[in-house]
C-alpha cells in the first residue's frame, strides 16, 4: 500500500510560481516511477509530468513543458514540482501518482498512464 498526500497549492497570480510536494509512506518509493497530474473543473484528468524511479528519466506534458520541473528525493520520499510562468490554464486540482510495476522500474520508465496510487490532490488557482 501507498499512500500519498500533496500539499503546496494555492493562488496566484498569473506569471507567479508555486511548488507542490507529495509525501509518501511505504519504504518501496525509490523504485517507482512517479507522476504528476491535474484535472481542471469540467474536463478529464490529464498527464502533467513523470519521472522514473533513479530521476534518469522526465516526461512532460506539452503544455508546460519548459515552465514546470519534475523531482524527487529518494532519501525523503519526496516528489515535487516547481510550477512557473503560470498561466489560468493551469488552474486546476493536481495529483501525484505512483506507478508500481517493476517492469517500468527496469525499464527506467517515465509512464505517462497507467499509474496505480493517486493522492487527494491539491488545489491550484491561477488568476489574470
Known amino acids: 500500500q501507498v499512500q500519498l498526500v500533496e500539499s503546496g497549492g494555492g493562488s496566484v497570480q498569473a506569471g507567479g510560481s508555486l511548488r507542490l510536494s507529495c509525501a509518501t509512506s511505504?519504504?518501496?518509493?525509490?523504485?517507482?516511477?512517479m507522476g504528476w497530474f491535474r484535472q481542471a473543473q469540467g474536463k478529464e484528468r490529464e498527464f502533467v509530468a513523470s519521472?522514473?524511479?533513479?530521476?534518469?528519466?522526465?516526461q512532460y506534458a506539452a503544455s508546460v513543458k519548459g515552465r514546470f520541473t519534475i523531482s524527487r528525493d529518494n532519501a525523503k520520499n519526496t516528489l515535487d514540482l516547481q510550477m512557473t510562468n503560470l498561466n489560468t490554464e493551469d488552474t486546476a486540482v493536481y495529483y501525484c501518482?505512483?506507478?508500481?510495476?517493476?517492469?517500468?522500474?527496469?525499464?527506467?520508465?517515465?509512464?505517462?498512464?497507467?499509474?496505480?496510487?493517486w493522492g487527494q490532490g491539491t488545489q491550484v488557482t491561477v488568476s489574470s
Open positions: 501518482a505512483a506507478h508500481t510495476s517493476p517492469y517500468t522500474a527496469l525499464l527506467n520508465g517515465a509512464p505517462v498512464e497507467g499509474y496505480d496510487y
Open positions: 511505504g519504504r518501496s518509493f525509490s523504485r517507482y516511477a
Open positions: 519521472i522514473s524511479w533513479n530521476s534518469g528519466k522526465t
